[in-house]
């Protein structure tokens, strides 16, 4: 699956460079992939520079997730401007493909580095996938994800649901 990487790059490239989609036809895909959700992660000299994902499947399979992900993840991603031109030999792109979504009836014993999660109440979600550099405990997995969602950690009613990863990087 290393060859999602390269799709993503190339999907980010064919973008920035004549901002159009790219164009991979399915009798061309390297493997027969199943239907997922992913996250694609960008990183320049080590930090965050983007990260778009959906937490179901959106397209008709994960090479066609993957491929709208990584645009996103260069050009939409509200926290940083659009990649440009030069540093696209910079970054470094990570996939992450989730699995399904489950109940997790107590997120603070849940494991950050094996699960990521989910929080939602009514209309406002926040996700925060799992493995992440600075989160080493579930309490702060839980406050971060409410803070990303506009909920207080304390606030009643949260939903949380947890999921694995696929984490396929360079």
């Given at each position: 699956m290393k060859e999602l990487l390269d799709i993503a790059r190339k999907?980010?490239?064919e973008y920035i460079k004549h901002k159009r989609t790219y164009n991979l036809q399915e009798r061309d895909y390297p493997f027969k992939p199943q239907r997922a959700a992913c996250f694609v992660s960008l990183k320049k000299e080590g930090r965050l520079r983007g990260c778009i994902g959906t937490l179901e499947p959106t397209e008709k399979?994960?090479?066609q997730e993957?491929?709208?992900?990584a645009q996103a993840a260069a050009t939409r991603d509200t926290r940083f401007p659009p990649v440009?031109?030069?540093e696209l030999d910079l970054l470094n792109i990570s996939v992450d493909i989730l699995s399904e979504p489950v109940p997790a009836l107590f997120p603070w014993i849940e494991d950050p580095k094996k699960f990521g999660i989910i929080v939602k109440k009514g209309f406002r979600r926040g996700v925060l996938?799992?493995?992440i550099e600075t989160v080493d405990t579930p309490d702060e997995q839980f406050r971060i994800s409410?803070?990303?969602?506009?909920?207080d950690y304390d606030e009643p009613g949260i939903?949380?649901?947890r999921f694995t990863v696929t984490r396929i990087k360079p």
């Open positions: 999907s980010i490239e399979d994960l090479i993957t491929i709208r992900n440009t031109l030069n996938l799992p493995d409410c803070m990303k969602a506009g909920l939903e949380v649901m």
